[in-house]
């Protein structure tokens, strides 16, 4: 329900809980003997422990995958606002609330580049193996999974700015320059004449970058995701 690609709500709850209950099909005969003592009658409080723990234990992996690409939509939101193109109305792609049409280009395309590298069933790899290495009848505990959760904003937020560095330094340097050419001329709305060009520059920098751009981005978390 959190994953990226699935988790948002253009896809019917419908279709998110028919790939939750076949992913749980599927899981099942291979978690049998993990889950044989859990899942017992006779250990009720235990079983209903043991699903608010997984639940927990689940949404607390959609989430760290969704951090990646929450930061690249804020920073996406970013790049439209220093080249422009901010008061171009897009899709809502995650949430209700619609982006710029770059923001959500970008994060389009990101979200695409995951299921076109097959990276999603590192995603269904990462929940399967989660059986393994924190067992059933573990408890989860808050205070482990916060300095996780805190990293994870950290690489994701500083790999999104360092994304994001190049339209950054364009937008203070075409700034710049229009606020000095101002300053000389200042019978002149260098402003208003100046912003379609630092848009136009704005758009061949994207279009200049945006393989590398998108490509480290997918890079990145593929190796988080291959890694565990």
């Not at 599927?26 to 006779?42: D, I």
Request: charged residues 10%.
């Amino acid at each position: 329900m959190l994953l990226p690609g699935i988790g948002g709500r253009h896809l019917p709850v419908q279709v998110r809980l028919f790939l939750a209950v076949a992913i749980s099909l599927a899981f099942s005969p291979m978690l049998a003997n993990e889950m044989g003592g859990v899942a017992s009658p006779s250990n009720a409080v235990g079983f209903v422990m043991s699903v608010t723990s997984e639940v927990a234990i689940g949404a607390g992996i959609g989430l760290l995958a969704r951090v990646f690409f929450l930061a690249l939509q804020t920073m996406a939101n970013a790049i439209a606002q220093a080249i422009g193109v901010a008061g171009m109305p897009g899709l809502p792609l995650e949430d209700d609330e619609p982006l710029p049409a770059i923001a959500t280009l970008i994060a389009f395309s990101a979200t695409t580049l995951l299921f076109a590298s097959d990276l999603h069933l590192e995603l269904i790899k990462g929940i399967f193996e989660s059986y393994r290495r924190i067992p059933p009848s573990a408890s989860f505990t808050l205070r482990f999974a916060l300095p996780d959760l805190v990293d994870q904003l950290t690489a994701a937020y500083l790999l999104a700015v360092r994304l994001s560095s190049p339209f950054i330094i364009y937008s203070i340097v075409a700034n710049l320059a229009v606020g000095i050419a101002n300053k000389f001329t200042p019978q002149i709305p260098v402003y208003f004449v100046a912003t379609p060009f630092v848009m136009a520059g704005g758009l061949l920098l994207l279009y200049m970058i945006a393989d590398s751009f998108l490509g480290n981005f997918i890079q990145v978390v593929g190796a988080w995701l291959k890694g565990g």
